[in-house]
């Protein structure tokens, strides 16, 4: 399955180093979204989850330009890097992007939505899901097939 990552340079380093990458950083968003970030781990064999794109148009293949043409709209900081991966079918966790989205609004609202369905919406991805992320355990260094600059 070919997907892209965005990932902080010292992430490619240890990849490189060690041949395998855990993530072990809590970033703002977990910090912000403790009881979503708790229920996804219910969903995953993982604690910390690495995210990826598969999907960011519908029934369109991923590319690097579609890649790009969504990261205009955010600032992203310089030290981070673009990973292109193919990674066995069996290990991702394919969710539906702007539901996981709606959850985390959810819980900045103080929980007003049915979680559950909620839930069930985030992980029912099917042909007519439009931006389609990964959850992915952990990054093998035989996955990485291209690593870009994010920013020029």
Same mark, same amino acid.
């Given at each position: ?43 995953? @064999?993982?604690? !910390? ?6 999907? *960011?148009?519908?029934?369109?293949? %991923?590319?690097? /330009? ?52 909620? @839930?069930?919406? !985030? ?6 899901? *439009?931006?389609?992320?990964?959850? %992915?355990?952990? /990054? ?13």
């Amino acid at each position: 399955m070919y997907l892209i990552t965005f990932q902080h340079l010292s992430v490619w380093e240890e990849i490189q180093e060690k041949g395998l990458y855990i993530c072990n950083h809590i970033g703002g968003h977990h910090e912000q979204h403790p009881i979503s970030y708790g229920e996804l781990a219910t969903h995953v @064999w993982v604690g !910390i989850p690495i995210f990826a794109w598969m999907q *960011v148009y519908k029934n369109k293949p %991923l590319s690097l /330009l579609q890649v790009e043409r969504m990261l205009e709209m955010t600032s992203m900081p310089d030290n981070y890097l673009i990973l292109e991966l193919e990674v066995p079918d069996n290990i991702p966790l394919l969710t539906n992007f702007y539901d996981w989205s709606d959850l985390l609004f959810d819980e900045e609202e103080g929980f007003s939505g049915d979680r559950k369905t909620l @839930w069930n919406n !985030i992980l029912d991805v099917n042909e007519q899901s *439009v931006e389609i992320q990964v959850i %992915l355990p952990y /990054l093998r260094k035989s996955w990485v097939k291209n690593v870009n600059k994010l920013k020029e």
